[in-house]
């Protein structure tokens, strides 16, 4: 593993089908599956002919790309010369609305992220991806997997059945700080409700462009519910969040904080403060201008530079190729993004020998 170089926050592997998984299934669930004709969970989130899904110069003839360790090395890791990459697989395990089932397929999952990719390339970390269905399932889960210190994040979805600042989630939160994990949030859903406030969209560019406002709702909830207060050691990172709603979002947090705080006493600090010192997020999709002068007002406007981690969100569309940085930023802030707050935010990206 290289001294140096960039610290990917943000890949996705891709499940070529739920055949994949089969093999990491007991024989009664591997029935179930194959008796339902259950074919795939992929489609809905990320449909293979969707310009979004996929960058066109890697799509294989399926449409897809990303479905093999080898092929997310030489398209991802290799050009960039990466140290180390965390890989958050989105598939439609915590969409099922069988608890059984939805536990049954996570579990599977975890499994073959382990097998057929953390065993592939030493360069490879991964999040836990737990089932949403049932918060007790989901410790379950964090504590089977956690032993293997591959495994540096726990990975919710925006898209959430409650918001995730409620206490019936906090045992998560509780088992992710007792294993030095950040939990991370990312761009998806359970699809219980609508992505918008106002009701479902009819199209892919409403939903994409609300996921933006999800965001908002739940760093709001986690800041109000006492989250933060509760668990002074967790670290929240937002994934394909977008990073330019944050400091509007923020004044207009604090403004109305000021007039109710009486609200929620727990919540001493600003939030401004809070969400500095406890919350990271993503650098793709990079949503400033493209002009230097922006992204540095930007930055300057968040109040941080320890915020934002380097990713790629290879293999969407986001991912800039061999050009992955916004323009205008000094060596000092592209080596603070790329490799130091990864390294801050992630404790077992710092261990010299990793537990498997």
């Known amino acids: ?192 409700h609508p992505m918008t406030p106002v009701g479902w969209p009819t199209t892919f560019t409403e939903e994409y462009v609300n996921q933006a406002t999800a965001f908002q709702s739940q760093l709001s909830s986690l800041i109000a519910e006492g989250v933060f207060a509760k668990f002074p050691d967790l670290t929240v990172v937002l994934m394909e969040s977008g990073v330019s709603w944050l400091p509007a979002y923020l004044w207009r947090f604090t403004k109305f904080w000021k007039g109710v705080r009486s609200e929620i006493p727990w919540v001493s600090d600003p939030p401004p403060s809070i969400v500095r010192d406890r919350v990271r997020l993503t650098l793709q999709p990079f949503d400033a201008p493209p002009d230097a002068e922006s992204v540095m007002r930007l930055i300057d406007h968040m109040g941080s530079d320890e915020m934002i981690l380097f990713s790629t969100d290879y293999p969407h569309w986001q991912y800039d190729g061999s050009d992955p940085l916004p323009a205008g930023l000094d060596k000092a802030l592209c080596t603070k993004i790329m490799e130091d707050n990864p390294l801050r935010t992630y404790v077992r990206l710092r261990e010299r020998e990793v537990v498997a």
């Not at 599977?108 to 269905?133: F, G």
């Not at 990975?155 to 939990?183: C, F, K």
């Open 1 to 192: 593993m290289p001294p140096t170089g960039p610290i990917d926050c943000d890949l996705h592997p891709v499940v070529p089908g739920l055949k994949a998984l089969l093999p990491y299934l007991d024989d009664h669930w591997r029935e179930t599956v194959v008796r339902r004709g259950i074919e795939d969970l992929t489609t809905i989130s990320y449909p293979s002919r969707n310009p979004l899904s996929f960058r066109a110069e890697w799509r294989d003839d399926s449409g897809r790309t990303g479905m093999d360790a080898a092929t997310l090395t030489k398209q991802a890791l290799d050009p960039l010369g990466t140290r180390l990459a965390i890989l958050n697989c989105l598939y439609g395990v915590q969409a099922q609305f069988s608890e059984d089932l939805g536990v049954a397929l996570t579990r599977a999952l975890n499994d073959w992220i382990v097998k057929e990719w953390l065993d592939r390339d030493p360069r490879l970390r991964a999040s836990i991806v737990v089932p949403m269905q049932n918060t007790e399932i989901a410790v379950e889960e964090i504590e089977r997997c956690a032993s293997d210190h591959r495994f540096v994040q726990v990975m919710l979805l925006v898209g959430s059945d409650v918001t995730l600042g409620r206490r019936q989630n906090w045992p998560i939160y509780a088992a992710a700080e007792r294993h030095g994990l950040p939990v991370g949030i990312h761009a998806g859903s359970m699809y219980r």
